[in-house]
């Protein structure tokens, strides 16, 4: 199976800051790579496709880069609805996986 | 727009079946592909596995022996089943829609179900 390793685990950021999570997995995946977030109680949100496809609905203050085994997500500018677990997911091969996930707070 | 709704008792006693239903409204169950994936307290988000509308189904290696998906799509409903279940099998379960499309992503997903395995 592909690991992935995401971190920072948790941050704590202020509102307006740019924060950045990394998603490194144990094995080239070309541009298979999507982005979740995940508030408490809620369903899980796609916000990034492919890498750094943005899902339709989702505010641009969101990004992604990154192929082969090293990949970002990206806020802009931190908002307070952001605050967050956001999980990075490969699609390269079966079985799919996650990683561990990057809890973000608002200072 | 799509949603999901997963349904199933929230306890089930260890080495018996847990079997879970997702509901699809908002849009014809064909022709995606649907998924389970869970999340155990404290632990990170596990794919099981998925169904194609007609009926073809992928398992993780490590549930395979144990997990069956199935679909109807009269009643727009997919279904999971687990046999042997331990405490381990604790989890919120989620279904979800994929993958598909071009980056073989999860979207939308069911809010989720907490199935406790306990005597």
């Known amino acids: 199976d592909i690991q992935l390793t995401q971190s920072p685990s948790s941050l704590f950021a202020s509102i307006g800051d740019r924060v950045t999570i990394t998603c490194r997995a144990s094995?080239?995946?070309?541009?298979?790579l999507n982005w979740y977030q995940h508030k408490p109680g809620r369903a899980p949100k796609l916000l990034i496709y492919?890498?750094?496809n943005l899902q339709g609905g989702v505010p641009s203050r969101f990004s992604g880069s990154g192929s082969g085994t090293d990949f970002t997500l990206t806020i802009s500018s931190l908002q307070p609805e952001d605050s967050a677990t956001y999980y990075c997911?490969?699609?390269?091969?079966?079985?799919?996986?996650f990683g561990r996930g990057t809890e973000v707070e608002n200072k | 727009q799509v949603q999901l709704q997963e349904s199933g008792p929230g306890l089930v006693k260890p080495s018996e079946t847990l079997s879970l239903t997702c509901t699809v409204s908002?849009?014809?169950?064909?022709?995606?592909?649907w998924s389970w994936i869970r999340q155990p307290p404290g632990k990170g988000l596990e794919y099981i596995g998925y169904?194609?509308?007609?009926?073809?189904?992928n398992y993780n290696p490590s549930l395979e022996s144990r997990v069956t998906i199935s679909v109807d799509t009269s009643k727009n409903q997919f279904s999971l089943i687990l046999s042997s279940v331990t405490a381990a099998d604790t989890a919120v379960y989620y279904c979800?829609?994929?993958?598909?499309?071009?980056?073989?992503?999860?979207?939308?997903w069911g809010q989720g179900t907490l199935v406790t395995v306990s005597s």
């Open positions: 979800a829609r994929g993958p598909g499309s071009y980056g073989d992503y999860f979207d939308p």
């Open positions: 908002g849009d014809s169950i064909s022709p995606y592909y």
């Open positions: 169904i194609y509308y007609k009926g073809s189904t």
């Open positions: 094995q080239t995946i070309s541009v298979y």
């Open positions: 492919a890498a750094s």
């Open positions: 997911q490969q699609s390269y091969s079966v079985p799919y996986t």
